[in-house]
């Protein structure tokens, strides 16, 4: 069994940046990634951020990647990859195996999950057939390994996502045959949807796929228009020959770990499901145990990152390496950025479904504290 | 081949040391250290497994 004072999950911009203030604060920090390579989505991101310029908007996403990894070898700290994060047991210890060939033991005296989200599917007739993948996945593909995993795509979702990876899907060289979006309204920033359609890419609103043709590999959809609740109209199917289906139809937090850990959740729909509830330290509402990024509500880089600081500073408090009151000075400067980064029409929303967040989180604690007296 | 050798931001990529892999017996070349899945894509294989109880054709998702 190995000891350490701060153990954190997942070496995405929320852990990165967790690490980097919890170590230049003085706390022991190790963090593990299941990954051989640490930066979570960031390196994926070959394009220029959205946001404002405080935020590092303008600069693309593998770029802030590589700062963190930066500074984070600057400050030497200790990093696992290739270690999977399988359990939480009783005392802290997180059970991880490493290199996919042995169990290791970490204790440890605080925890942040930084897990980030897996991506949603969309189940229709031929779903499973290969060809049809996340979004993501493609990402990953086309960014990372330099491979395009196909010619002539679909892609199913019309938000940041969708548009983002279909433009990436261009560049590397395959053609867009539709953008389809089941409401009636484009779900992107106008940025990219612009993009994407100057580049001649048809969108279709109110539109889903029916279903999906091949034998050993998709070679087709039949795409359907949909009514205003969402039924599809009948009459309205039309074939459409494509060698891969892309699915942008959102991103679930990956939040395994906090339920074993025992952590109260709440259901936020804006944010993406059900969520560990937390307070604005990022304390979740179990004791030593911090969350920081989309486990705590599907967002953006940005606000992992400002997340990811908060629960870095909070448990580096809890340990005794920063006074409480300097720990509630920075606190409160990070929660002026993150709400500077929740406005805007979107943004907006997802600060109104934070503070209600907050709000269960301090009602539990005053029910917890009644109980207790 | 599905590799993209060249991308207008990523820029060029520098060929890494080609090693030759086995898919049920059928040799491939494939760049030393790089994901299997990838390798197997940039070969044109797209299925990993047949299921149990239909044999129907899976790949990755
Ligand atoms: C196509 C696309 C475009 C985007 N564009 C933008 C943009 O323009 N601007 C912006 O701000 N944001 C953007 N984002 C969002 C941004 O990438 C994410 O919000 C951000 O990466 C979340 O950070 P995170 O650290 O919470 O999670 P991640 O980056 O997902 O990192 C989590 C890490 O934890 C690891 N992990 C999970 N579970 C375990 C375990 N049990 N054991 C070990 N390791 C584990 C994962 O493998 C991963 O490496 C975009 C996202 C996508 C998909």
Redo the contacts with the bound molecule.
Sequence with gaps: MIETELAI???????LSAAIEARRAGAEVLL????SRPG???F??I?K???SRSHKAGTR?MNIGTELLRESKELGIQTWLN????GIEEGHKLWVVRDRSRSEIVKAKKIIL????TENAVPFPGWELPGVMG??AA?TMINVNRVLPGKKVIMLGSG??GV??AYQLLQAGAEVVAILEAAPKLGGYGVHTAKVSRAGVPFYVSHTIKQAFGTDHVEAVEIVKLDDSFKKVPGTERTLEVDTVCLATGLTP?TE?AWLAGCKFCYVPVLGGHLPIHDDKMHSTQPDIFI????SG?????T?MEE?KLAGINAACELGYIAPEEAEVRSREIWDSLNSLRSGYFGQKRRDSKVSILQKSEELISYFKAMII | MNRIPNHPILGEEKPGKEVQIFVDGRPIMASEGEMIAAALIANGIWINRYTAHKNKPRGIY
Excluded: R, Y
Excluded at chain 1, 83 to 86: K, L, M
């Design positions: 999950v997942g070496a995405g911009p929320a852990g593990i990634d299941e990954n979570g989505q960031l994926k991101q394009h951020f959205f946001g996403g270690g999977e994060v399988c930084s897990t980030g989200a979004a993501g990402q940041n996502v983002i990876v990956l770990l920081a990024g989309d486990i599907i967002e953006e880089a940005s992992a990811g």
